[in-house]
């Protein structure tokens, strides 16, 4: 986006891909993301860390997990539409809570797969575009925004928190010139289903502590109008985390939602205002880019 703004390029192909089935220990690959001396030496994981999240944010603010795994549940339920993703299956609350103990208060279910992937997206300068495509073909980008934080988790004020992913969001709608209340549509980071919530709030869509709640009741759902529509692509959780592709991906199913393109045609979201967010986090949120689209000029 940098590059294009600048007026170095006009066209860029932007592209990611992960090959992580072949991999003999993927999770001490992924490890690699946290802190090493103070996490992944002494044997921390993410499943692990996640999960000690999930438990501060358990004790903070009462979340249940039928709570947490609704999450998975209509991550499941929105996959099942998406031709691209790695599971095309309805899970229920209780299969989730059920499914095998990775790191407590976590299942399987509430954890995202490891997954095979790649994605790609054209990025153009918006006076050259007309060139390239129709004109309903084309959507905006208002903002592209990046922000850090601590690596980490014992050195954040507020582990239940990712403040990197405030900060970011805050400025790209600010760069946008619009407020969270008009996003119809979000991509969010769900590596694992706590993230999904603590993303849920960070972004500005319900109040700190209540995103267990507002999922519970079934708001973030494709078929509910009165809030933002939620990774309707299944998310990580369902359509799969091949890392280095998922950024990516999370923009072209808002691109495809943006357009209400054919590819949605079973999981398109209302779009009433036409924006829409994708966040992405790397480690636990040592860092968060997100981006901020429209079918506006």
């Given amino acids: 986006c940098l590059s294009i703004a600048s007026g170095a390029h006009d066209v860029v192909l932007v592209g990611g891909v992960e090959k992580m089935t072949d991999v003999a220990d993927a999770t001490s690959a992924i490890a690699t993301a946290s802190d090493q001396e103070w996490e992944a030496f002494v044997g921390a994981t993410f499943p692990s860390l996640y999960a000690m999240m999930a438990k501060r944010y358990m004790h903070e603010y009462g979340l249940t997990i039928e709570q947490l795994s609704s999450w998975s549940a209509i991550a499941h339920e929105n996959a099942v539409h998406n031709k691209y993703a790695q599971f095309r299956s309805k899970v229920t609350i209780d299969q989730v809570m059920r499914a095998s103990p990775v790191a407590d208060p976590l299942t399987l279910l509430h954890c995202s797969p490891v997954s095979d992937g790649a994605s790609a997206l054209i990025i153009c300068d918006a006076e050259k575009a007309t060139e390239y495509a129709p004109k309903d073909e084309i959507i905006y980008i208002k ?22 992913a405030k900060v970011a969001s805050d400025k790209a709608y600010k760069i946008a010139g619009i407020d969270a209340k008009k996003v119809d549509v979000a991509e969010v980071h769900d590596c694992f289903a706590i993230n999904g919530l603590v993303l849920t ?68 979201a209302a779009i009433k205002n036409g924006y829409a967010i994708a966040a992405n986090v790397g480690g636990t949120g040592g860092t968060v880019c997100t981006h901020v689209l429209s079918n506006k000029r």
């Fill in 201 to 268: 709030e960070d972004l500005g869509f319900c109040k700190k502590g209540d995103a267990g709640k507002v999922v519970e009741s079934g708001k973030t759902r494709i078929d509910d109008e009165s809030f933002v529509t939620v990774n309707p692509s299944g998310g990580l959780k369902a359509a799969g985390h091949a890392l280095g592709a998922t950024g990516i991906r999370q923009v072209g199913e808002l691109y495809w939602q943006l357009k209400q393109d054919k590819e949605c045609k079973d999981r398109q």
């Fill in 143 to 164: 903002a592209s925004t990046q922000a850090s934080d601590t690596i980490a988790l014992h050195d954040r004020k507020d582990m239940t928190t990712l403040n990197a």
